[in-house]
T-cell receptor
Framework: AQSVSQHNHHVILSEAASLELGCNYSYGGTVNLFWYVQYPGQHLQLLLK??????LVKGIKGFEAEFIKSKFSFNLRKPSVQWSDTAEYFCAVMPSGGYNKLIFGAGTRLAVHP | EAQVTQNPRYLITVTGKKLTVTCSQN?????MSWYRQDPGLGLRQIYYSMNVEVTDKGDVPEGYKVSRKEKRNFPLILESPSPNQTSLYFC?????????????????FGPGTRLTVL
């Protein structure tokens, strides 16, 4: 069955620390990949997406992610986090050729302390 | 403003009392989906719709119904809610694969409906 694994359920960082959130998926075919962010009390917002081309994609708010096909991974990174990055982050996979179904990971709660 | 709206945003009800959560989008999207979000499980798809009068089950459809009579609306119906349906529900919409103005298959999410079934 298709699945998405996020390595860390909770991450606590101090401001200015670097961030890397792991995401691995299990699906043998072509996929589209997404990272969504959910700020407290708000709906999901798209951080970045990968469909094809350069495997290093840049998103909003200084986030980037790298697609490594051989590792089935799509890790999210940010060089220097801010308190305002406190949120829950979801990795999602959309197998191509389907009907736009998103398969989500369980999410990673990030808390950034001033 | 392009958006997905849901109503109500918060709802407390009792077991067995039928309810409907509405979802509407103004982006002329063909695809619409319902997800539920539970702690430690992420979001799981309940139902989806590829177009008017075309719906199908997602991963967790038990206890839910949907309808798609108009392109912009995709209500979620709980005929006889139970406490295990207490959750945060999100509606989403998107263009089909290969369409849209350079946005690919990005799904746009509504603000969520927090449902508590007592």
């Amino acid at each position: 069955a298709q699945s998405v694994s996020q390595h860390n359920h909770h991450v606590i960082l101090s401001e200015a620390a670097s961030l890397e959130l792991g995401c691995n998926y299990s699906y043998g075919g072509t996929v589209n990949l997404f990272w969504y962010v959910q700020y407290p009390g708000q709906h999901l917002q798209l951080l970045l997406k990968y469909f094809s081309g350069d495997p290093l994609v840049k998103g909003i708010k200084g986030f980037e992610a790298e697609f490594i096909k051989s590792k089935f991974s799509f890790n999210l990174r940010k060089p220097s986090v801010q308190w305002s990055d406190t949120a829950e982050y979801f990795c999602a996979v959309m197998p191509s050729g389907g009907y736009n179904k998103l398969i989500f990971g369980a999410g990673t709660r990030l808390a950034v302390h001033p | 403003e392009a958006q997905v709206t849901q109503n109500p945003r918060y709802l407390i009800t009792v077991t067995g009392k039928k309810l409907t959560v509405t979802c509407s989008q103004n982006m002329n999207h063909e695809y619409m989906s319902w997800y539920r979000q539970d702690p430690g499980l992420g979001l799981r798809q309940i139902y989806y719709s590829m177009n008017v009068e075309v719906t199908d089950k997602g991963d967790v459809p038990e206890g839910y119904k949907v309808s798609r009579k108009e392109k912009r609306n995709f209500p979620l119906i709980l005929e006889s809610p139970s406490p295990n349906q207490t959750s945060l529900y999100f509606c989403a919409s998107s263009f089909p694969p290969g369409q849209g103005v350079g946005i690919g298959n990005e799904q746009f999410f509504g603000p969520g409906t927090r449902l508590t079934v007592l």
